[in-house]
Nanobody
């Protein structure tokens, strides 16, 4: 499966953005989908993940209550609604997929899209 993320941009602190990740090829509905991010000079970190069937979701603590992950299997698209953005949310955001069980570990994801830059100004 090929993944293409979009929706990043420059936003002021407190603002909102919605990221999208379109999937091409593969059985999208059978993939666990996730978002990860990487800030300059930092390691890639888990943001959120959603299961393929029951909508199970997990979030990293720092985004709970502010970010919402969702998926539209008919459109083969993954979303990340981000609200109350903070400067520390600034990073390149990547979508990823795996046909295996739900996971928060980047190393367990098999497919990655090119990232989309999110910059939050103070």
């Amino acid at each position: 499966v090929q993944l293409q993320a979009s929706g990043g941009g420059l936003v002021q602190a407190g603002g909102s953005l919605r990221l999208s990740c379109a999937a091409f090829g593969g059985a999208f509905s059978r993939y666990v989908m996730g978002w990860f991010r990487q800030a300059p000079e930092k390691e890639r970190e888990f943001v959120s993940v959603i299961g393929w069937s029951d909508g199970t979701t997990y979030y990293t603590e720092s985004v709970k209550g502010r970010f919402t992950i969702s998926r539209d299997n008919a459109k083969k698209t993954l979303y990340l609604q981000m609200t109350s953005l903070k400067p520390e949310d600034t990073a390149v955001y990547y979508c990823a997929a795996t046909p295996r069980g739900i996971t928060t570990q980047a190393g367990n994801m098999e497919y990655w899209g090119k990232g989309t830059q999110v910059t939050v100004s103070s």
